[in-house]
């Protein structure tokens, strides 16, 4: 919350004070704590029932009191929010294409004294997803070497990753230590994020593993010299026979 928006929600709340009149009417909101859950990119309904309220007003506010409807009236610039209205004791907040920031606690209050207040705490679930940005990218490599490959995943739950290869599991995380790969070590690799909240996220990862050429020319050579070792001992005991 920036330097601005504190002192506004500090004025929102003192109209709300100042505005809370003796419930002698019969005026019914009824005192609650709701837990809730949506899926990013859904939508869901906080509810809350208010009867018989005739002249008073309901106010809707998120976490530290920031306002999203005073006195019947939207205060912020976005449309996902909106009142229910089905009838006149309805005042349940719609929210459209839920964002993780939408996460948080909500409260229903009506401006009767003593205040009635029904607080709401909302959980966005999010699907597994793979930053293939960040993540590992196809490789070449020599044989000898060690090769660290890493899957930036994100999800509410938080996902659980593992590495998959030939279609068997290779190991469960979000890093994949390879050591002194050989040839054998190359193909593709699978990074998967599953947290029972939609479809699981895949990320192949080519790995292709090269023969050291130095190392293959130096093996090479030892041969060479070996072989010419021994035609020349041959050699030496065919003359002197």
Known sequence: MDAFTKPFVCVIWIIVTVCFENNSKGQELTNSTESLTATEGGSITLPCTAHNISDKKVFWFQNEGYPIFVLNESQIADDRFELGRSNDDDWGLQIQDVTEWDAGTYRCLLNTKPV????????????????????????????????????????????????????????????????DVTCESSGTYTCTASNNVGKAAYHDIQVAVCTNAAEETHHRNEGFAFILFFWCIKVIFISSA
């Open 116 to 179: 009635q207040m029904k607080t709401l705490h909302l959980t966005v679930l999010i699907p597994a997803k793979i930053n293939k940005t960040v993540s590992s990218t196809n490789m070449n490599v020599f044989e000898g070497e060690d090769v660290e490959l890493y899957c930036e995943v994100r999800g509410n739950p938080e996902p659980l990753v593992r590495w998959i290869r030939n279609g068997e599991s290779v190991v469960v995380g979000k890093n994949l230590s390879l050591h």
